[in-house]
């Protein structure tokens, strides 16, 4: 009888210092990130008879995120990011060129853009993260603003059958705007506080305000017309980050 008991005592003991020991949860961390931001929706290369084609090309995102945790695995995480999403090719142009000329029946249309979409992207959002030996997968929803630096300048000259001409211009926008999305990571610890991972962000928002110059009543009401850049982007990095 005296073995069953002693069994019996030797698991309850065990089980004891189990429920004794602390559990470990993610601990803080800060990230370099570098990686591609692909434009998508309105703000990717559509056709030109779309009023809110942004002709936004895949580019470099580099930034900063963190997750700083306040309660277990749950947390606050953010991203700082900036990106460039290319410019106008020259073929888009004639795209836009020769779409105008259609539409407008007109002598001739001449379509010059100048500049590249570039942007700093700041967002933060409540964070849970789960981990499973050195693996950690950070689930991220939320919301903050993208920052234009600079976009395209379009301008436009159409030459009409009178012979009279209107020039039209789409300016650099340099505003702040209203983003919201999440975000999703996939973290190895490969060292006692340091991981690598990759980390995916969607953003999007509804759009840039887009001033215009000149005489836009030569477009007749049916040629392209940008006055709200709709903006969204997948991002996709690679990261190493320091825990703290």
Same mark, same amino acid.
């Given at each position: 009888?005296?073995?069953?008991?002693?069994?019996?005592?030797?698991?309850?003991?065990?089980?004891?210092?189990?429920?004794?020991?602390?559990?470990?949860?993610?601990?803080?961390?800060?990230?370099?990130?570098?990686?591609?931001?692909?434009?998508?929706?309105?703000?990717?290369?559509?056709?030109?008879?779309?009023?809110?084609?942004?002709?936004?090309?895949?580019?470099?995102?580099?930034?900063?995120?963190? @997750?700083? +945790?306040?309660?277990? &695995?749950?947390? $606050? =995480?953010?991203?700082? #990011? *900036? !990106?460039?999403?290319?410019?106008?090719?020259?073929?888009?142009?004639?795209?836009?060129?020769?779409?105008?000329?259609?539409?407008?029946?007109?002598?001739?249309?001449?379509?010059?853009?100048? @500049?590249? +979409?570039?942007?700093? &992207?700041?967002? $933060? =959002?409540?964070?849970? #993260? *789960? !981990?499973?030996?050195?693996?950690?997968?950070?689930?991220?929803?939320?919301?903050?603003?993208?920052?234009?630096?600079?976009?395209?300048?379009?301008?436009?000259?159409?030459?009409?059958?009178?012979?009279?001409?209107?020039?039209?211009?789409?300016?650099?926008?340099?505003?702040?705007? *209203?983003?919201?999305?999440?975000?999703?990571?996939?973290?190895?610890?490969?060292?006692?506080?340091?991981?690598?991972?990759?980390?995916?962000?969607?953003?999007?928002?509804?759009?840039?305000?887009?001033?215009?110059?000149?005489?836009?009543?030569?477009?007749?009401?049916?040629?392209?017309?940008?006055?709200?850049?709709?903006?969204?982007?997948?991002?996709?990095?690679?990261?190493?980050?320091?825990?703290?």
């Amino acid at each position: 009888d005296a073995l069953p008991i002693s069994i019996i005592t030797l698991i309850s003991f065990y089980a004891k210092a189990q429920d004794d020991e602390p559990k470990e949860y993610v601990k803080s961390y800060l990230a370099l990130t570098a990686g591609f931001s692909n434009p998508m929706s309105d703000f990717s290369p559509t056709p030109s008879a779309h009023y809110k084609s942004g002709f936004a090309k895949r580019g470099v995102v580099v930034g900063f995120e963190t @997750g700083i +945790y306040i309660y277990k &695995n749950l947390g $606050l =995480g953010a991203t700082l #990011s *900036f !990106q460039d999403q290319g410019e106008y090719t020259i073929p888009e142009v004639q795209v836009l060129a020769n779409g105008y000329n259609k539409i407008l029946k007109v002598n001739s249309t001449l379509v010059q853009a100048v @500049g590249r +979409y570039h942007s700093l &992207n700041f967002l $933060l =959002g409540p964070q849970y #993260s *789960f !981990q499973y030996k050195k693996f950690t997968l950070d689930l991220r929803a939320d919301a903050g603003v993208i920052k234009s630096t600079s976009t395209p300048v379009v301008t436009i000259f159409v030459s009409n059958t009178s012979n009279s001409s209107t020039t039209i211009t789409q300016l650099n926008v340099k505003s702040a705007v *209203f983003a919201y999305g999440g975000a999703v990571a996939l973290r190895w610890e490969f060292s006692e506080g340091w991981d690598i991972g990759l980390h995916f962000n969607y953003v999007k928002s509804d759009g840039l305000k887009i001033a215009n110059t000149g005489d836009i009543s030569a477009l007749q009401g049916t040629g392209r017309l940008v006055t709200k850049q709709p903006v969204a982007e997948l991002q996709s990095s690679f990261a190493i980050a320091v825990h703290f």
